[in-house]
Every structure is written in structure tokens, then in C-alpha cells.
């Protein structure tokens, strides 16, 4: 029997050249298996580089179900090793030994006996695409307010360093590699290191792309820790991690599967507003590496006004449920003083002061996490 195997990904290379760089395919193994309960193996044939996305292949008369795998440079595949279906799903492959530039690859199609035409094969990458779109930097307010993250990359930590080639989910972690930091010794043994780790400029619009293999477990498990992206970078020669768990609750997971899964692209686009933690194995919450998080004073820090004048003082913070605290005892100084009396808003968010006499006074109005910021504020009667 011949049958036609119509692979598009290789249609869609032969159309979009500047695809190669991320899906080329250099071999294809072709494996196949009778359609029945043992699923026996009936003919295997390998093509290096091939020319069409139209491959005809031979096999005997009956039900088959056909698996093709791509890029398995360096593995030889034999009738003795490979007898079975099942033989083939326990094959696996190494994070280290993988090429972004042509990731191994798997597809299968079923025919049935006496089909005519060409049965489409998808190959799909068993690589995750983790992408940091982009990395800004604002620390405003704060005493370091002028600088930025100096020395600054990307990594990926607790990464499975293996996995089966035909598996689609249920991807737990096989062979922790890079467990809670960056392993220079993983590190070098990979053929593309530039898969877990590249270097990153913050408020540079060049998206980082790393890969990993999947890992979905819904929560933490013994062995199997959540994969996190984590930036790294200087700020006055301290150096400081933003971990992130890929797509769990809290950090950009919106439905379906949680963590990494095959054949899929997570993007991140990080506003770090902050110092972040001493331990890359140590989360930061999305909302101090994730969007913004700020306090805003009105009318301002210095004040001044005259005896009778009431002056309301109050802030602005996000996110909304900040906590945010306005010193009770600088107040209560001030009034033991003579310089005004106050009246504290609902909220606790401002305070309402009628002055009094000549002098200054002070008290401060500071915001909790994730803001960690605050203000001094002085007031002048009768400047």
C-alpha cells in the first residue's frame, strides 16, 4: 500500500523562508504501525532534509496509524528497538541536546485501509516558549529612584531536563535541572545555553524568547517544582531576582492548563517598580514585578497657610487595598504644639488640618506593600 503524507509545516517553510530559523527540519523518522490492539510496527524509512511537504511512504494493506518524528540527529531507530507503539512512547529526549533553531518534533495521522488522496501530519515542537515581550524599570519616589538594572539577564529555573517525545500532557519534572537558580554546569553542558538564559536591556522594545520542556502540574509537588522565569539584575552593586511562576494563579494564568505545556508561548511583559528578592527561588508578587504600584500626594509635601486655613491632605494609591498609614503620633505632637488640629478622612487615606499658630510642623503618610513607599509632609503657618 503507498500512502501520501501531506506535512504543512513544511509547506509553511517553503512559503515563509524567515520561518526556518525556528521550525526547520534537518530529518524526519517515519514509523508505521498496524491500527489494532498491539499496534506492531510494519515500516520505518528516515528522510534527511526533505524537499516537498509531500511524502510518499509503503506499507502493507490494512488500518495503520503512522507517527513521524523530527530532528533525531544523532539517535538511530531499528525494527529489533522499536517493535511496538508503545516501544516508541517511552523514547525521550534531553533539554540540553535540543536546537531552538530545529527543535525535535512529533506528529501522528490514523489511515484507513483503501483511503485515497494525502493525509495531513501536524508536527508540533516539544518545546514551551517562554517570551519576555518586554522589561521597564521605574522606581520613582524612591531613594534609587534615578537608577536602573544594571548587568541585567533572564533565566529559567527549575526546568525538566528530559521528557518522553510523543507525550502531549500530564508533564511533570524528569531530571530537575536548574533547581531554584542558574546551574553553570547545566549551563554549559547544553548545546544552546541561549535557550534558558540571554541577556536583557530593561526599556528595550526586543522580545527575549527561552525554551523549556512542559511542566503542568496545577500545584506544587514534591520533585516538581513550579518553572519560573527570573530577571536578574544590579542596582548599587547589589544583585536582585524578580522569580516568576509561569502561568499559575496570580501570575498571568488566565484558563485551561496550568504551567507550561507543549507546543505553546508565554509572554511577559514586566514593570519592575522595585528592589526584588536576595533569592531567585524566592517568588515576588505579581503585583511588585507586574504592573504598577504607587502612592500620590495632594496638594503635596510642603504646605503652608494661615491661622484659621483648613487644608486638606490626602493620597492616591494603587493598587487600591494598599495599606496606608498617616503617623497618629507626629499629628498629636504637633497639636500638643499649638501648630493645628486635624480630623482624620474615613478611609484613612488623608487628614483634614485647621491651623492655628506661627511654626512648622511635620508628620509622614506611608504606604505598605507593594508600594513600600511614603512621604514627609511639612507644614508652615504663617510662612
Known sequence: MH???FLPDLLALEEHPTKAAT????????FVFNDDEIRRLDSYCSVDTPETAYLQVNSSAGDKLVVILANCSGRSFTYDEFRTYSSLESVVWRLRDEDPARPVMSGECQISAGAEGYTPVKLTPLLADVCLDFLKCDFSGRGYRSRTLENCSVFLT???GSTEIL???GFRVSELENAGRLDPEYLASMKHPEMIRKPVTPGQWSPVDLYCYPN????????SPPTRMVVQGDIDGTTYYYPVDINREGFGYTSGPHGLSRNVKYSYSLLI???GSTDPDTPVGPEQVIGEAWIKLYPGQFITGTNGERIH???DVYPEDTPVDISREDLDFDVERGIYTYEMDPDGHGVVLTLRENGTGMFTIDAGE???DGFLVIVVVNP
Open 370 to 372: 507593594p508600594v513600600n
Open 216 to 223: 503542568d502540574s496545577a500545584e506544587d509537588m514534591m520533585g
Open 3 to 5: 500512502t501520501t503524507l
Open 158 to 160: 527549575n526546568l525538566s
Open 313 to 315: 491632605v490626602w493620597c
Open 23 to 30: 521550525s526547520g527540519i534537518d530529518r524526519l523518522d517515519i
Open 167 to 169: 507525550r502531549q500532557d
Open 273 to 275: 517598580t522595585r528592589k
